[in-house]
């Protein structure tokens, strides 16, 4: 399994990106994706999952500004990130959990600061 993110970068407050996980090594329709972020001295946190059927669900903090899909023939997941904030500043990492393992792509950097 290999998930390679893009996409980060520095942005000013009320910007906005478009991360990028580039999946292989299964069959990435059948699988639900995630997107999950760390930001300095904090833990890794779930920011929004797709599943396999294409239904979003997203952390309350980021309900309204940030949106996930993907598409099943680019094997690839998105994060739209909108409006964003400094405490959206971390790193942003994709994830898959496939036959009951963890799989973490090597992560992009968000920082928002003006």
């Known amino acids: 399994v290999q998930l390679q993110a893009s996409g980060g970068g520095l942005v000013q407050p009320g910007g906005s990106l478009r991360l990028s996980c580039k999946a292989s090594?299964?069959?990435?329709?059948?699988?639900?994706m995630s997107w999950y972020r760390q930001a300095p001295g904090k833990q890794r946190e779930l920011v929004a999952l797709i599943s396999k059927g294409s239904f979003p669900e997203y952390v309350d903090s980021v309900k309204g500004r940030f949106t996930i899909s993907r598409d099943n023939v680019k094997n690839t997941v998105y994060l739209q990130l909108n409006n964003l904030s400094p405490e959206d500043t971390a790193v942003y990492y994709c994830?898959?959990?496939?036959?009951?393992?963890?799989?973490w792509g090597q992560g992009t950097q968000v920082t928002v600061s003006s």
């Open positions: 090594g299964f069959v990435f329709r059948l699988n639900d």
């Open positions: 994830y898959v959990n496939y036959r009951g393992r963890n799989n």
